[in-house]
């Protein structure tokens, strides 16, 4: 396990460059993030551990980074007074663009994977803005989501599919290619809470790298869960109920293996789960044969299991990562313990 400090500073997020295997960023804000300045550190891991290639300081706390999908030097981040950064590593102390268009906080920003000349935003203004780095002036899109929105993000599989969690317990998929109408571009609004549970805030989502269809969320009610988007009527395809303490705060799914994710959560910990994603491949049932309900679940029939837990850090974790490059189980978390640890998943698992 490596370790770098951020004195002062208490991370928010971190994120593995999608083009050096040895570079990742992270965004920190002092005191917590109530007031006070950001920062956001680019790292570079080295055989003697992980050290800071730069930083740059900013007016506000930073919540989010994402880099970018074209230009290795760039990274964008989202900031406590609503604005959004872009920051050109090469250079020195300022932002190459800022745009501030939110009302508030900006929480979550997302670079498009796929068409990977456009990123998002969301904020706690219950907006979600599409921006394209080459312009200058304003965004390109805004897309309403009637409530605190904490995250963001494009689908891995489809150029203008972008989906959001908010605070009214909801995932929202939007669809960009869709004419402008009452919907504002949204294609599906599901209930995450339904159908036997108590709305509560959702507060970070992804999507599968393999199956298109499948998608996670998480947030304060301790609940991971998982959508098959042609049967989100049915409710979630699985709940894994047991394992945090409190409020999860980010997942990933792997980008290596497509039954593993990582959590994070105010409980301390960073946990691996094995999540059965086999019967998502199968196809699906026709309008007039019977689909077996919502799928398996942890109320009936399983399909995931926690298989590791890393302990390390010693206040809330807030900010995770897969690495991509090299073997299968690296990742970077962060945390208000003001420290950023690389680690392999593998050291916390037990034999399968």
């Not at 208490?10 to 007031?35: C, E, H, M, W």
């Not at 150029?159 to 960009?176: E, F, M, Q, T």
């Not at 959702?202 to 988007?229: M, S």
């Not at 995770?320 to 392999?344: H, I, K, M, P, Y």
Request: proline letters at 5%; one cysteine or more; glycine letters at 8%.
């Amino acid at each position: 396990m490596l370790e770098f400090q951020t004195p002062g500073f208490q991370g928010y997020s971190t994120k593995y460059s999608p083009f050096i295997d040895s570079r990742l960023a992270v965004v920190a804000a002092a005191n917590y993030g109530l007031v006070g300045n950001g920062r956001l550190y680019v790292l570079r891991l080295t055989s003697t551990g992980i050290e800071a290639e730069k930083w740059f300081d900013t007016q506000d706390s930073l919540f989010d980074l994402a880099w970018s999908e074209t230009h290795e030097n760039q990274v964008v981040v989202a900031s406590g007074d609503g604005s959004i950064k872009l920051f050109d590593t090469s250079l020195d102390e300022f932002p190459i663009r800022s745009w501030h268009e939110h009302k508030r906080e900006a929480f979550s920003v997302h670079w498009n994977l796929v068409a990977k000349d456009v990123f998002a935003s969301s904020s706690w203004d219950g907006t979600i803005k599409v921006w394209s780095p080459e312009q200058a002036e304003s965004s390109m899109m805004t897309l309403p989501t009637a409530s605190c929105t904490y995250s963001t993000a494009w689908s891995p599989h489809s150029p203008s599919v972008l989906s959001a969690v908010s605070s009214d317990s909801h995932l929202r998929i939007y669809d960009i290619r869709t004419p402008p109408s009452a919907s504002n571009h949204q294609a599906q609004c599901i209930p995450i809470h339904a159908p036997r549970y108590v709305a509560s805030e959702a507060l970070t989502h992804d999507w599968n790298k393999y199956q298109e269809q499948v998608i996670a969320t998480a947030g304060v009610d301790k609940l991971i869960r998982t959508f098959d988007l042609r049967m989100a009527g049915n409710g979630p395809y699985n709940i894994l109920d047991t394992g945090h303490d409190f409020a999860i705060k980010r997942i990933a799914w792997s980008p290596h293996l497509r039954d593993i994710m990582l959590s994070a959560s105010y409980d301390m910990t960073a946990r691996v789960w094995s999540i059965d994603v086999g019967s998502w491949f199968a196809p699906v049932p026709l309008a007039d044969e019977p689909s077996g309900g919502g799928g398996p679940s942890s109320q009936g029939g399983g399909g995931g299991r926690e298989v590791g837990c890393m302990s390390a850090h010693t206040e809330f974790v807030t900010g995770l990562d897969w690495c991509l490059f090299g073997a299968e189980g690296w990742c970077a978390t962060c945390a208000w313990d003001q420290r950023v640890l690389v680690w392999d998943i593998r050291s916390v698992m037990g034999p399968s």
